[in-house]
């Protein structure tokens, strides 16, 4: 009778693994045909059903990025954007730049004083900090491409879930009272995570669940036209914000060409510009590929000399070259060349570091959180897409349209506001990245999708700003290189260099004291402190006899769940 009732159980729910259980473990969940890897169980869950209704990941990525508006307010939404990288079953590659644009209304210079300064806070805080959302366009474009199950059941779990409610998590329960300050500083009323939210707590999203419906009822009109629209534009233009009707109608997400390149036997395939992820990496890739860093060890001295060093030339170029390629002329060829990324790494030494002071951009001829959630889906149809979404900030610009139920973005905060000046992530940008009417603004998403052997290989991206870049690299490179499972590649800890501020950010744990020391007597400036976190990577792995091993990021409530 037990075996009965076991196996009974068994048929019904999902194989799933939480980070927080695991982080100390060295393999993740393995599966025999899909899954779903997110920020939230609640999300995993809601995608992998939808896989197993039969449909695709396409299917499965709108449902998982609709359950992530309601569950992960921090930084899924219906008010914010994003950038996602696919590769179909027979090795067609493809993205799609669902990311935020200027309202037809900004300017240069909206965010300078008289004098030509920055006005503190004017780009991260309130209604002149939003971009125009681009999340539901990019759900319906992704829809009418590769859609197989009617709309109306992809978005339903996500409505239900907004009825029924979310149950608050500890990491949940510290970030809801760490910005509260900011939502009333922000917004005239009192908003739904104004409340004392504990542990364990259900919060039921009334209002969000409504507006949900109003898109399952009208499509895309359901978010740019009508009672959601309404909303939404009133009360911008009440904080004193400048996003009109128009703006919304307008907008409309983009099909692009990939990033891809090569490193050794590897075909990495990642977002284009706007996002800087794809040539930022295929940067690092390339000045890393000549070197046996594998014969360097993981994360010894010579490995995050040699990667820092790549890092801090690639973000010299992101901040000159780098912007919306439907306004600037991009010489992409070039920057991820081999030749042009050797001529760059040439006064590179092992003697010592090469101050940043010292490197600019590069020469061509001719010419952003951990406040991001990514997901990764594998389906059992061979289909696989990358997701990276925001609402740039936590919360975004803390603005919450109360009768619509959601918060709006902050991205406006990505563009430069002010040549050589930086952003909220300590990045520096130049006229390739000023304010512009429509404009996207340059972003470091990088959801990623690798090939070995003409196969897929591994979905993997990360939150967290300018860090997200290099979580992704590393992550790679930790299966590859250093032969770890995805789980174990995903826990190991993480450093970073941005080129400016010139110093290493390392996570608390993981780097010795000796190591620390080695790096500091080349000339190294670390930073290191107990509250680090770079990146929240979630990841899938092909491995060697077909299965699917997930890596769900122990540093959030990340899940990966499967069958």
């Known amino acids: 009778m037990k075996n009965v009732i076991l196996a009974f159980f068994i048929s019904l729910i999902f194989i799933q693994c939480k980070s927080t259980k695991i982080a100390t473990e060295k393999t993740g969940l393995i599966v025999e045909n899909a899954m779903v890897v997110s920020a939230r169980e609640e999300a995993s869950k809601i995608g992998v059903a939808i896989l197993k209704k039969g449909g695709n990941a396409f299917d499965a990525m709108i449902a998982t990025e609709l359950a992530l508006a309601v569950a992960y307010p921090f930084a899924g939404n219906i008010g914010g954007g994003g950038f996602m990288v696919y590769r179909t079953n027979d090795g067609k590659t493809g993205a799609l730049d669902y990311r935020e644009k200027a309202p037809l209304a900004a300017s240069k210079n909206m965010y300078l004083n008289e004098k030509g300064d920055i006005i503190d806070g004017k780009s991260t805080l309130g209604a002149m900090a939003i971009g125009v959302p681009g999340t539901v366009d990019g759900l319906f474009k992704v829809y009418e491409k590769f859609g197989t199950l009617p709309f109306s059941e992809l978005i339903q779990p996500a409505i239900d879930l907004a009825y029924t409610g979310v149950i608050v998590t500890e990491k949940q329960a510290e970030r809801i009272k760490k910005y509260q300050p900011y939502f009333s500083k922000v917004n005239d009323t009192t908003i739904i995570l104004d409340a004392n939210w504990k542990t364990n707590d259900t919060i039921k999203y009334i209002q969000l669940a409504k507006s949900l419906e109003r898109i399952r009822d009208n499509g895309r009109d359901g978010f740019y036209k009508g009672k959601t629209a309404e909303l939404l534009v009133n009360y911008i233009k009440k904080l004193g914000g400048i996003i009109t009707h128009h703006d919304l109608e307008k907008y409309e997400a983009k099909w692009r060409k990939p990033i891809e390149f090569t490193y050794k036997d590897l075909k990495i395939i990642s977002m284009s510009p706007p996002s800087s992820g794809g040539i930022c990496n295929a940067q690092i890739f390339k000045a890393i590929e000549p070197f046996n860093i594998a014969k360097f060890g993981h994360n010894s001295l010579k490995s995050i000399q040699l990667i820092t060093e790549a890092e801090r030339r690639a973000y010299a170029d992101r901040s000159f070259y780098l912007g919306d390629p439907d306004f600037i002329n991009i010489p992409i060829d070039t920057l991820i060349s081999s030749k042009y990324v050797q001529k760059r790494m040439a006064n590179f030494t092992w003697k010592k570091a090469i101050p940043s002071s010292t490197i600019k951009h590069g020469t061509v001829v001719g010419y952003e959180s951990d406040e991001t959630t990514h997901y990764s889906i594998v389906d059992s149809f061979g289909n696989s897409i990358s997701a990276t979404t925001t609402l740039n900030g936590a919360y975004g610009s803390k603005v919450f349209v109360l009768e619509a139920g959601f918060f709006l973005n902050n991205e406006m905060d990505d563009f ?61 490179l930790n299966v590859y290189e250093f032969g770890f499972g995805m789980q174990e590649a995903v826990n190991l800890p993480r450093f970073h260099h941005q080129w400016l501020p010139d110093e290493i950010t390392m996570e608390p744990q993981g780097f010795s004291t000796k190591l620390i020391k080695r790096l500091s007597k080349k000339g190294y400036i670390i930073k290191q402190k107990n509250t680090t976190i770079i990146g929240k990577v979630d990841a899938i792995l092909r491995l060697t006899n077909g299965k699917l091993e997930g890596g769900a990021d122990y540093r959030g409530d990340d899940t990966a769940i499967g069958f």
Request: glycine fraction near 10%.
């Open 416 to 476: 430069s506001s002010k040549t050589g000046t930086p952003n909220m992530f300590g990045l520096v940008g130049a006229e390739a990245n000023a304010i512009a009417p429509e404009k996207r603004m340059l972003s470091s998403m990088t959801p990623t999708i690798v090939e070995k052997d003409n196969q897929f290989y591994m979905s993997v991206g990360s939150p967290g700003g300018s860090t997200i870049i290099t979580s992704v690299m590393q992550t790679i």
